[in-house]
């Protein structure tokens, strides 16, 4: 694996777990030699994750539409940073540059990345493993629910196992390299 694309919450949220767990996640990407692919941002889940993987030598590649270049607060020292026109272009050149993707918690922006990623395998658009990483059971609930969309037969077991969920990074990041 040359890069992983990380989505994460814009904001830090309530609990340091949550920054802590993306500075942790930089630095098993460190140890592994492995690039991020982010939203390109440095506020939030996201700068902390972009300044701790910088630091530790990790390439950090961006990708901002130019409308939210203020409103996000571009990162300025990445190694790349990729200015699109639209949010769909964005996704998109997320998706082509990254051999895999992980969620870290975070809001509405999150979940939508993460779960197109994640159905582009189901639809055999690409295969590449989508893991969340359960800082602090953020995503208990979430992977709760779509135990009941199994149950209830929307989601076939073969769909919903496309998902992987780790506590901590390298578990994870073992689970998604297998
Ligand atoms: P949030 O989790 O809401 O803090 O958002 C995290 C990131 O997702 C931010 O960089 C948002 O700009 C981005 N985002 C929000 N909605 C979308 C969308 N529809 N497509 C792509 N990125 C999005």
């Known amino acids: 694996m040359q890069r992983i694309c990380v989505f994460c919450g814009s904001r830090s949220g309530r609990n340091p777990a949550y920054p802590e767990a993306a500075k942790q996640l930089a630095a098993a990407l460190a140890r592994r030699g492995i690039g991020i692919v982010y939203g390109g941002a440095s506020i939030g889940i996201m700068g902390a994750l972009a300044d701790t993987a910088l630091d530790q030598g990790v390439e950090v590649t961006g990708v901002i539409p130019g409308h939210l270049m203020d409103r996000e607060r571009s990162h300025r020292n990445l190694t790349e940073l990729h200015i699109v026109e639209s949010m769909h272009e964005r996704k998109a050149l997320m998706g082509s540059l990254s051999d895999g993707f992980i969620a870290l918690p975070g809001g ?71």
């Open 108 to 178: 509405l922006g999150t979940l939508e990345e993460f779960f197109e990623v994640l159905t582009w395998n189901q639809l055999g658009i690409h295969a590449k493993p989508c893991g969340l990483l359960n800082v602090a059971g953020f995503y208990d609930s979430l992977t709760s629910f779509l135990d009941h969309t199994v149950c209830e037969e929307f989601v076939p077991e073969a769909h919903r196992s496309f998902l992987l969920v780790g506590r901590e990074p390298d578990p994870l990041l073992d689970d998604m390299q297998r």
